[in-house]
């Protein structure tokens, strides 16, 4: 009778613990903090500081465990050069400001208390780029539409979860640079 009752008590933890690791499906919305990084495409990178910290707005929906959609604002920072000996600018001083919205198709798979994720989709960019020099400044204005991707995975705590991602963006930059790139860690709370 013992051991029945331990079986018993066994098999409604093993219930209890699967569905306390389920996946919390609904809308969420949370944020990310991260480190965006544009290179140069002609490996001058020792002259150019095109890391930055970044950040990210996420609302998302997540209508099957498998399953969901996300929109997110994402500011990647500025890339910068100072000039003097050594730039390929000259003594003109760049900037390079990143920003969009993005909208991806999110697939998860759960193993336990952690999904791992991949996800796809567009972002609609705008970027700005400015060149000072003696002369004066010049500023230009850009926008697109082009894809985006992303992997990751994370911890989940009932509503709350905890995730690291990396994403690529495939902005038009200003002749001469990479796409960016964001490695990021941000939270999310499911409302509903």
Same mark, same amino acid.
């Given at each position: 009778?013992? #051991?029945?009752?331990?079986?018993?008590?066994?098999?409604?933890?093993?219930?209890?613990?699967g569905?306390?690791?389920?996946?919390?499906?609904?809308?969420?919305?949370?944020?990310s903090?991260g480190?965006?990084?544009?290179?140069?495409?002609?490996?001058?990178?020792?002259?150019? =500081?095109?890391?930055?910290?970044?950040?990210?707005?996420?609302? /998302?929906?997540?209508?099957?465990?498998?399953?969901?959609?996300?929109?997110?604002?994402?500011?990647?920072?500025?890339v910068? %050069?100072?000039?003097?000996?050594?730039?390929?600018l000259?003594?003109s001083?760049?900037?390079?400001?990143?920003?969009?919205?993005?909208?991806f198709?999110?697939?998860? +798979?759960d193993?336990?208390?952690?999904?791992?994720?991949?996800?796809?989709?567009?972002?609609?960019?705008?970027? %700005? *780029? *400015?060149?000072?020099?003696? !002369? /004066?400044? *010049?500023?230009?204005?850009?926008?697109?539409t082009d894809?985006?991707?992303?992997? /990751?995975?994370?911890?989940? !705590?009932?509503?709350?979860?905890?995730?690291?991602? +990396?994403?690529?963006? =495939?902005?038009?930059?200003?002749? /001469?640079?990479d #796409?960016?790139?964001?490695?990021?860690?941000?939270?999310?709370?499911? !409302?509903?």
């Amino acid at each position: 009778m013992r #051991s029945l009752r331990f079986l018993l008590a066994c098999a409604v933890a093993t219930l209890l613990a699967g569905n306390c690791y389920a996946a919390d499906n609904g809308v969420y919305a949370g944020g990310s903090l991260g480190q965006a990084k544009t290179d140069l495409s002609g490996g001058l990178d020792s002259v150019l =500081d095109g890391k930055d910290t970044a950040f990210k707005l996420i609302v /998302g929906l997540r209508p099957l465990d498998w399953l969901g959609v996300e929109l997110s604002y994402v500011d990647l920072g500025e890339v910068t %050069q100072r000039g003097g000996s050594g730039n390929p600018l000259g003594s003109s001083d760049f900037r390079l400001d990143e920003a969009g919205f993005d909208a991806f198709g999110v697939l998860f +798979y759960d193993i336990a208390m952690v999904d791992l994720f991949a996800k796809g989709g567009f972002i609609r960019w705008d970027t %700005q *780029s *400015s060149v000072r020099s003696f !002369f /004066g400044r *010049s500023i230009s204005d850009d926008q697109g539409t082009d894809l985006a991707y992303g992997v /990751g995975a994370q911890a989940r !705590f009932g509503s709350l979860a905890a995730r690291i991602e +990396y994403e690529h963006f =495939d902005i038009d930059t200003p002749p /001469g640079f990479d #796409s960016p790139d964001l490695i990021s860690l941000g939270v999310t709370w499911t !409302f509903f």
